[in-house]
Each structure stands twice: as structure tokens, then as C-alpha cells.
């Protein structure tokens, strides 16, 4: 009777002597030791999401702890992390144990298990986890003792430290590929008597010989070769799912199966040289898309999507380069609230760095000259130099703005659609071909088989999976090619339904670089004037830079305690004198209309107010332009920190003054946007990044207007050239024209699907003829999706 019992953890036998523990069965003490582990730390969900989800752990000759002991040394762990400030450490494993929504579940509820561990997320399709620890509380080697203990091996060791890990995935497709051809070829010369004239005459010895010779051939194909067909529809069945995978095993099988029953019976050699062909063309096929897709290849790296510039130091001055430029060995200088672009090293300066957009814990490190400074950091408090130690990562960056999602803003409701349309699509497909099948074996049995398989194989959803990612993916490309650079393809779709635009004013549509300006109060000395442009020197707000650019000479004095307060102003000390610049209030204590710094900035040196710089507002070149198309379009709103003293210029470009909002403080702007919200607006809001990160982050989609990135807000989801500010409405338009696109190869999918189908289900369509068309089915969409984008792209002139 023990023989029948299930592992409650595996699935797998218990055999004759089953470990009991609280009369649950186990089939090992490593299964019994990570339920007993699960349930001790109240993660007993993980068995409710899916049945028995677990994985055998086998029995490994060294102690666990030995066999990690090597993490322990400094050379190893920092070839590792990839973040660490001492406390706080970020690292990421490849884990190919992950398969099923339990293990999503468990991994990403780590830190039950222990405290030490702050988050972990779980990237399914690469069986990726990143993991943010405190190594005060659990070091690195006791992490992936952790992991190994509920049965979640990471590939690390340290041959693969030192290595870079290649791609092995090709390579043994190309295998697969080479087996399936060598048996096709030699199923192929056995069975080709059988499409002569005359071969009834052949000798049943030596049919039956030539029949058997291709089972022989059948069995690598069908254990190798296609392997992951069988696989896939294993897993997919095992977690009460479908895979589109499924019609595919059952084909084979059916083949396999059909063909034995022939060579058993006498009457024939079956169909295993429709078998081997099938498998080959569909493993060519696979092949094919990827190279394909290779091609049209959309994945993003810093180059082309994430636009930041760095101030490099050099003997003939300061000078903006492109991110790309950035060598090992060059000197870089971080202003306030910048991002520090790749690994470095302090050279000079006061370094207060912020990691939380690298951990997601605002926790301030304070670094002194000679310390490391990882990659991702925001720099707060005086300006500082640093040396690059490595490249910029390609897709780090990237990687980290995509992490710093708003969880709602990540749904992709039409990629939801498509999913479910696909698990819908694979059940109807097998029942079509059952119905086919069972309808040609009463009327005309020699074709009921050919019409089954080729019903399972030529139905295929993956031109419609493919349609969505590959027309989105070539409209980012499109976009980040005219200066406008989004997160991922779900802002794409935020876009298309975006109904309210609202504006932020200094910095979005006015230029701060280009405004004029005067100061109003006592006649600056030379001395004053060189301690005023030291001070707004360390600041990375545009009102800061604009006087920095104003005040001429090259010389700059050092800075203490610099501090930069959100909306009011910034201060610091210089030869013992502290200096404050900002709004009337944050100077001189007194209220007024013009609380908030903006196009007055008002000075306090050397113990007494100096007066005030006046800016006078320049608007961003095409505003007029392409607030008029908007208008056309979306309801159009402004929230400024300013008093309302341009009220009548912008009442000339926004037609009225309904919807503009003067006075507002960042915490204003973060209300306004959810009110807008509640009233079921789809927000898309236009700002710097600086005073209205709250906004962006808060709205449906958050675009940061940017003249030289050296700073942007991970709260945006999109960053915007401001020289092509005014070419904004063509982009939001051409949202517009992408869902068309994902329309139209929607319904190229379903043609194909629907046009294959009618003649699989007449018996007009071989296995083989089928199987050479479901990959060409998917490749053409693929190609309309990105040939598409690009014409689309051209005639619009994007």
C-alpha cells in the first residue's frame, strides 16, 4: 500500500518506507526538512497555489556548508553583488529549479524565511532572482545556503565566477536540429519504396525490417530532439495549464503511436517518415524565428534608451558627453540630485549618496575620498568628482529604471487579452482535431490520421503572442531614435488611452537655459558674484544653472554644508559666510504671492538680503503649435509653483483659464493628479522631475522633459529630448497608429489560423506541409509588425 503513496512535496513515490512526519508522507529527508522549514515559517500557501509543486532534492556527497564556504572571500563576493554598501546588498541568481507559480510565490516571500532578506523578485521567463539582503543579518554564503535548503539551487560556482557564462541554448538546438535530420534522411530512404509503383510486392520481412529500423530512428527524435515539446506540455498540464506546446505533443505521439500499430499488425511501415519531417521543420522553424527575431531585435540598452549625459573632467575644462563615451579611468563631476552613471571611485568632494533607486531603501551613505561608489546612486549635497572604475553596464540602467515601476502602472491589459486568448485557442484546436479526426476515420479512415496531426500542428497562437511585443518594440525603437525614450511597451499602451494632459511650467514649457534675466537689489561686487555662481554651481535645478551661466568667470570657490530643499531654494557656506538662494520666503521670511521659487530667486549673503534675480520666462519654441493640436484631442491642464503674474500669456496659448493652476506645491500637484484620477481621467503628466516627482509617479504616465539628462526621476516612465518637446502630439498620435497595427495582425493571425484550419480539417494538408507553415506564419507577422512601424513612421515623418 506505501508503494501507491505521493510525496505531499514532489508528487514523487514514497516507495516502500516513506519518511512520515505529521502523517504526511515524503519520499526524502530533504523533502520532509523544507516542508517542516515552509510550515515552521507560515508558508504553507506555497502548497495551495499548486498541488505537490515542490522538487526532490537530491543527495549531495559534501556538507552544504562546505560546499559554499568560498563565498565567504571578499575576491569571490564582490564578483558577485551587485550592489553593496556594507549593510545593504543586491545580488542575482540564475535558479533553473523555478517552474511554476508556487515557486514564484515562495521565492518572492524569502524574506519569511529571514529577516535579513529586505525583497526578492522573481524574472520567471529568464528563471532569474534578484535579491536585496542586509549582511548584517545574513551574509551572502548563508543566502544561498538558504536556497539550497528549500531545494532553489543557484548556478554559481567558482569556475563560473571567473567566466563569463555563454549562451548555450543555439548550440543545442543546432543539435536537436542535426539528430532530427540524420533520422528524417534515413526515414526518408526506408520509406521510400512505399511512394513507388509496385511496392505491395515488396517482402513483408523486409517492410517489417524497414519499419523497425524507423522506430529506431523515432526514439532520438522523440526523447532528444523533441524533447521540449514534451516538456513544456508536461509542466503546462502538471500546473493546470495549457500550453500551446500540447497539440504539438499530441501529434507526435498520435504519429508514433498510429505507426507502431501498422508494424505490429503487418499492414504497413507507418508514418515515422512524417514524424522525423515534421520534428525537423519545426526545430528549422524554431531556428528561423530566432534568428528572425535577432534581427528585429528590440532589446534596449543604455545606448539608444536611456539617454543620461555626464560632465567630464578634463585638463582643457568641463564638457557634456553621451553616456556611451564613458571610459574606464575618466573623471566625472555629480551635481545634487544627479545619478552616478557607472562604478567609481570618490576623487573629491562630499559624497551623500542615495541607493534606494538601486535597493528601494532611502537610506543615505555617506562616502569619503578613496571609497567605491556603485552605479545607480543619487548624489545629495555639494557637487563631487568621481573616477570611472568600470563601463557602464549595458542594460544595468535600464534594468534599475524598469525596477522603480508603479505596480498598477505595469498592467498590460492587452497582453492580458492575448494570454487568455492563447489558452482558449490550444483547447479549441485539440478539439477541432478530435472532430476532424473522428469524422474522417467513419467516412475515410486512411486520412482521419493526417488530418488529426495536421489540424494540432498548423493551429498555432504564436503570431498572435507575437504581435503585440514586436509592433511595440519597433515603435520604442522608433521613438527612441526622435528623442523620446520609454521604460517598457506597457507606457505605449498607457499612451493610447491617455484623455488628460497636464503641464508643469518651468523647465517644461519654458526654457530656464534661455530666460532672461536681472538682478534687482545692491550692486554685487565681483567677490559676491563669485559666491553666488560657487553656490548654484553644486544645484541641478534649472533656475540654478540659468545664473550659473549668467555670472561670467571660471573660478569657483568650495562649499560647505550645501543643502537643496524641494521648492524653496538651496544654501551652504563659503569662507565662513552662509549664503541662501531661493524663493522670498525661504530668504527673507516673508510671505508673499511669490512663496515659491520660481521666476524670482532671491539672495542672502554675508548676513543680509542682497535682492533678487527676475527671470522673465522664455516659452519652449513650437508651444503655441502643439498645445493647439492637443487641444484637438485631450483636456489640457497647468500647475505651477509661479504666482500668477503670466496668467494672460498662457490664457493665449491654453485658450482660457479654467484649468490653470498657479501657486502650487509639489504636494499640490500630487493631489490634483489623483483627483483628476478619481474622476476617471487617464493622466499623462509633462514635468522636470525635480518638484513634481510625486505627480509623475502618481499619474498614468509621467514624462520628464529633459535639455541635458544628468538628472532624471525614476518616478517617470518616459524621457523627452526638449528639443523635440514640440513634436510631442505626433507621438502620442502614433500610439494611435501601433494598436492599429496590433489590429491588423490580430487579424492576419486569425486569417491564417482559420485559412490552414479549412484545409487541415478536409484532409488537404500533410503534417509536414503544416509544419514548415506555423513557424513561416509567425516570421510573417513578425515582419509585418516591424516593416509596418517603420512605414507607418516614415509617412507620418515621426
Known amino acids: 500500500m506505501s508503494e501507491d503513496l505521493k510525496c505531499i512535496h514532489c508528487g514523487n513515490s514514497c516507495g516502500k518506507s516513506p519518511i512520515l512526519f505529521e502523517c504526511n508522507p515524503f519520499c526524502c529527508s530533504g523533502c520532509s526538512t523544507v516542508y517542516q522549514i515552509l510550515h515552521t515559517s507560515q508558508l504553507k500557501q506555497y502548497y495551495q497555489i499548486e498541488q505537490m509543486p515542490g522538487i526532490r532534492i537530491e543527495d549531495d556527497k559534501r556538507p552544504v556548508s562546505e560546499t559554499y564556504a568560498f563565498l565567504d572571500l571578499e575576491k569571490f563576493k564582490s564578483k558577485i553583488l551587485l550592489f553593496s554598501d556594507g549593510q545593504i546588498s543586491k545580488v542575482s541568481f540564475f535558479i533553473p529549479e523555478i517552474h511554476c507559480a508556487s515557486c514564484i510565490w515562495l521565492l518572492e516571500n524569502l524574506h519569511s524565511l529571514d529577516n535579513g532578506i529586505i525583497r526578492s523578485f522573481v524574472n520567471f521567463p529568464k528563471k532569474e532572482i534578484n535579491i536585496t ?15 539550497v535548503s528549500i531545494h532553489y539551487i543557484p548556478e554559481i560556482n567558482q569556475h563560473s565566477i571567473e567566466k563569463t557564462p555563454t549562451d548555450k541554448s ?32 515488396l517482402e513483408a520481412d523486409i517492410r517489417r525490417m524497414f519499419g523497425w529500423l524507423s522506430v529506431l530512428l523515432a526514439i532520438p527524435i522523440l526523447t532528444f530532439s523533441a524533447s521540449d515539446y514534451f516538456l513544456t506540455a508536461y509542466k503546462s498540464l502538471k500546473m493546470k495549464m495549457i500550453s500551446i506546446d500540447l497539440p504539438i505533443a499530441l501529434g507526435l505521439v498520435t504519429l508514433f503511436t498510429q505507426s507502431l500499430v501498422e ?38 540598452d543604455y545606448k539608444t534608451y536611456f539617454p543620461l549625459a555626464v560632465t567630464k573632467i578634463s585638463n582643457s575644462g568641463n564638457t557634456t558627453i553621451p553616456l556611451e563615451e564613458l571610459k574606464a579611468g575618466d573623471r566625472i563631476l555629480v551635481r545634487n540630485q544627479e545619478i552616478v552613471p557607472a562604478d567609481s571611485t570618490l576623487r573629491s568632494g562630499n559624497a551623500n549618496i542615495d541607493y534606494s533607486f538601486v535597493t528601494g531603501e532611502s537610506m543615505p551613505v555617506i562616502k569619503k575620498e578613496g571609497d567605491f561608489v556603485f552605479a545607480g546612486g543619487r548624489q545629495f549635497g555639494s557637487a563631487i568628482e568621481l573616477t570611472i572604475e568600470k563601463e557602464v553596464q549595458q542594460s544595468y540602467l535600464t534594468q534599475l529604471w524598469n525596477q522603480s515601476e508603479n505596480p498598477f502602472k505595469v498592467e498590460n491589459k492587452l497582453n492580458t487579452i492575448v494570454n487568455r486568448v492563447s489558452q482558449y485557442f490550444t483547447v479549441v484546436v485539440v478539439l477541432i482535431a478530435i472532430g476532424s479526426g473522428l469524422f474522417w476515420l467513419l467516412n475515410k479512415p486512411e486520412i482521419a490520421l493526417f488530418s488529426f496531426t495536421s489540424v494540432l500542428i498548423i493551429a498555432c497562437p504564436c503570431a498572435l503572442a507575437l504581435t503585440v511585443p514586436f509592433t511595440f518594440g519597433s515603435t520604442i525603437r522608433q521613438f527612441g531614435r526622435k528623442g523620446f525614450y520609454l521604460k517598457n511597451t506597457a507606457v505605449i499602451e498607457h499612451l493610447y488611452k491617455v484623455d488628460t494632459v497636464v503641464f508643469d511650467k518651468t523647465g517644461t514649457i519654458t526654457n530656464a537655459q534661455l530666460s532672461g534675466i536681472r538682478f534687482i537689489g545692491k550692486e554685487l561686487s565681483r567677490s559676491q558674484l563669485q559666491l553666488i555662481k560657487s553656490l548654484a554651481f553644486h544645484s541641478s535645478h534649472p533656475l540654478s544653472k540659468t545664473i550659473f551661466n549668467f555670472i561670467s568667470g571660471d573660478e569657483l570657490l568650495e562649499v560647505k554644508e550645501f543643502q537643496e530643499i524641494q521648492a524653496l531654494g538651496i544654501t551652504g557656506v563659503i569662507n565662513g559666510f552662509r549664503i541662501n538662494m531661493g524663493s522670498r520666503f525661504f530668504v527673507t521670511g516673508e510671505k508673499s504671492d511669490d512663496d515659491i521659487l520660481n521666476t524670482e530667486v532671491w539672495i542672502y549673503l554675508q548676513d543680509s538680503v542682497a535682492g533678487h534675480f527676475q527671470l522673465e520666462n522664455e516659452y519652449r519654441p513650437g508651444l503655441h503649435e502643439l498645445i493647439q493640436n492637443l487641444r484637438k484631442t485631450y483636456d489640457l491642464h497647468l500647475l505651477t509653483g509661479d504666482n500668477d503674474s503670466e496668467k494672460s500669456n498662457l490664457i493665449g496659448f491654453f485658450g482660457s483659464e479654467k484649468n490653470l493652476h498657479f501657486s502650487q ?6 493631489d490634483y493628479v489623483r483627483k483628476l484620477q478619481k474622476e476617471g481621467r487617464k493622466v499623462l503628466m509633462i514635468g522636470d522631475g525635480l518638484n513634481d516627482a510625486g505627480a ?44 492599429k497595427i496590433v489590429r491588423v495582425g490580430f487579424l492576419i493571425s486569425f486569417l491564417y489560423n482559420l485559412v490552414g484550419l479549412s484545409f487541415a480539417v478536409q484532409g488537404n494538408l500533410t503534417p509536414i506541409v503544416a509544419a514548415i507553415l506555423m513557424p513561416i506564419s509567425s516570421v510573417s507577422v513578425v515582419v509585418f509588425a516591424s516593416f509596418s512601424v517603420n512605414l507607418a513612421a516614415k509617412r507620418s515623418r515621426l
Not at 280 to 299: D, H, N, P
Open 133 to 147: 539582503f542586509n549582511e548584517n543579518e545574513i551574509s551572502l554564503r548563508q543566502l544561498v545556503e538558504l536556497l
Open 170 to 201: 543555439d548550440r543545442r538546438l543546432i543539435i536537436k536540429i542535426g539528430v532530427a535530420a540524420f533520422s528524417f534522411m534515413n526515414a526518408m530512404i526506408y520509406h521510400f519504396p512505399q511512394y513507388l509503383p509496385g511496392h505491395e510486392f
Open 263 to 300: 508494424i505490429l499488425s503487418g499492414r504497413g511501415i507507418g508514418y515515422i517518415d512524417s514524424l522525423t519531417g515534421l520534428v525537423f521543420f519545426m526545430l528549422v522553424g524554431r531556428w528561423y524565428q530566432g534568428k528572425t527575431y535577432q534581427a528585429l531585435s528590440f532589446e534596449r
Open 665 to 670: 506645491s509639489p504636494t499640490d500637484k500630487l
Open 696 to 739: 509623475l509617479n502618481e499619474s498614468n504616465v509621467g514624462i520628464v522633459i529633459a535639455d541635458n539628462v544628468f538628472n532624471f526621476s525614476p518616478a517617470c516612465d518616459a524621457i523627452l529630448q526638449s528639443k523635440q518637446f514640440a513634436r510631442l502630439y505626433k507621438y502620442l498620435r502614433f500610439t494611435h497608429q501601433s494598436m
